[in-house]
């Protein structure tokens, strides 16, 4: 059984605490932003509801990366990282699946050492964990 901790940028292990800070601001953010829809100002209402969530949801995750994430200074060992898998996942599966799918990375990501290869990453390695690999009723 093999072990990855999260590494900062000086390749010290991160504090567990500020990774499941981030992982929990994440989630409630993507919750929040899925309960929500962005209100029509007029005229008719939107063709593609889809597409206007998966944007919405988007918004939510481009805030995640931009805003939140250099602030929590945690270096992601999965590949790629849960903000990217997230994108990943909406974009594939459409925002239900892909909310699901998000949620459950961030339960799962704790034992992912004993499931997932790793593999190098510029210096580093990280382990591989893409939305098709857990998209288990879809396995042939």
């Keep these: ?4 901790p999260a590494l ?5 292990p991160a504090p567990l605490r500020t990774r499941a800070s981030a992982v929990l601001v994440l989630s409630a953010l ?13 005229g008719d209402p939107p063709q593609d509801p889809p597409a206007e969530a998966d944007s919405f949801l988007s918004l939510g995750i481009t805030f995640y990366q931009e805003v939140l994430a250099p602030v929590m200074a945690s270096q992601c060992y999965m590949s790629p990282s849960c903000s990217r898998y997230s994108r990943q996942a909406f974009a594939r599966y459409g925002p239900l699946l892909g909310l699901l799918l998000t949620i ?35 396995r042939d």
């Design 1 to 4: 059984m093999r072990s990855i």
């Design 8 to 12: 900062s940028s000086s390749g010290a």
């Design 30 to 42: 993507l919750a929040l932003l899925s309960l929500f829809p962005p209100p029509v100002l007029g």
């Design 104 to 138: 459950d990375r961030l339960f799962h990501e704790a034992n992912e050492d004993q499931t997932s290869p790793l593999i190098r990453e510029g210096k580093t390695f990280k382990l591989f964990d893409p939305p098709e690999a857990n998209v288990w009723w879809k």
